[in-house]
């Protein structure tokens, strides 16, 4: 798993900024090996409803160290495919998650989150843990 990009869910950004661990450590591993990206969706998601200063500085510094991925069409169509699987499977989750998904999966990403419950609702996108990540890079 050595280099390989993976997504880091809005959920974890916000342990980062707060200094929670485990999510903290991990997302500094990611950032610092250069294999850590962020949605388009997930700058939307930082940056609603934030005032301060000391955040909007840390969400700015943060978006220009990490690969960011566009919703583009291609992601929107998926997304709303998704959407209506999990909608006639009466598993709805956030439409923001499942724009996030989207992303991930027509990148062939894996996804960090702690929100398991809800992506794991859609098929193969990959998942990841804090745990997990530790344990594979443990190497470091």
Known sequence: MENQIIVVDTDVLIDFFSNFTPGAEVVS???SRKEAALTSVSIFELYAGVE???????????????????????EAVMAGKIYTQLKSK???IGTHDILIAAICLNNDLSLYTKNVAHFSKIDDLQLLSAEEILKLKIDV
């Open 52 to 74: 301060g200063k000391r955040r909007l500085k840390q969400i700015e510094t943060l978006i220009q160290n990490l690969t960011i991925l566009p919703l583009d069409v291609i």
């Open 29 to 31: 591993i990611l950032i």
């Open 90 to 92: 009466g598993q709805m």
